[in-house]
C-alpha cells in the first residue's frame, strides 16, 4: 500500500496550486486521510484533514484559504490552496489511514512529500 502524491512547485503569493494524493494496494478501507507540511527548522503540522463521510477539519492559518477533498471510489485526496503566501512555503506530505485487505487494524500511511514554494 503506498500514497502518491503531486502537485508541487514555485509560485508567487496570492495564486493557487491543487496537490493530488492517490492511494493504491491492497485496500480494504480508507479512514481519515490529511494533508501535513513541514517547513525547513519546524516541526510537522496537520494543515487540514476529511473524514470518509467528509468532515474536515482546517489548521486557524489556512481556514478560508485552503480546501480538502477526497474521492472514496478513486481513493484519492486533494488540497486545493488558494491565495498563497510566502508562510505556506514547506514540504507537504498526504496521509491516510488505511485497513488492508485482511487485516484488523488501521495503519498510518504516508506519502512522499512534494515542495510547495511560495515567493513574495
Known amino acids: 500500500v503506498q500514497l502518491q502524491a503531486s502537485g508541487g512547485g514555485l509560485v508567487q503569493a496570492g495564486r493557487s496550486l491543487r496537490l493530488s494524493c492517490a492511494a493504491s494496494?491492497?485496500?480494504?478501507?480508507?479512514?481519515?486521510m490529511s494533508w501535513y507540511r513541514q517547513a525547513p527548522g519546524k516541526q510537522r503540522e496537520l494543515v487540514a484533514s476529511?473524514?470518509?463521510?467528509?468532515?474536515?477539519n482546517y489548521e486557524d492559518s489556512v481556514k478560508g484559504r485552503f480546501t480538502i477533498s477526497r474521492d472514496n471510489a478513486k481513493r484519492l485526496v486533494a488540497l486545493q490552496m488558494n491565495s498563497l503566501k510566502p508562510e505556506d512555503t514547506a514540504v507537504y506530505f498526504c496521509y491516510a489511514a488505511i485497513l488492508h485487505v485482511g487485516s484488523t487494524w488501521f495503519d498510518d500511511i504516508w506519502g512522499q512529500g512534494t515542495q510547495v514554494t511560495v515567493s513574495s
Open positions: 476529511i473524514t470518509k463521510s467528509g468532515s474536515t
Open positions: 494496494g491492497s485496500i480494504f478501507s480508507i479512514s481519515t
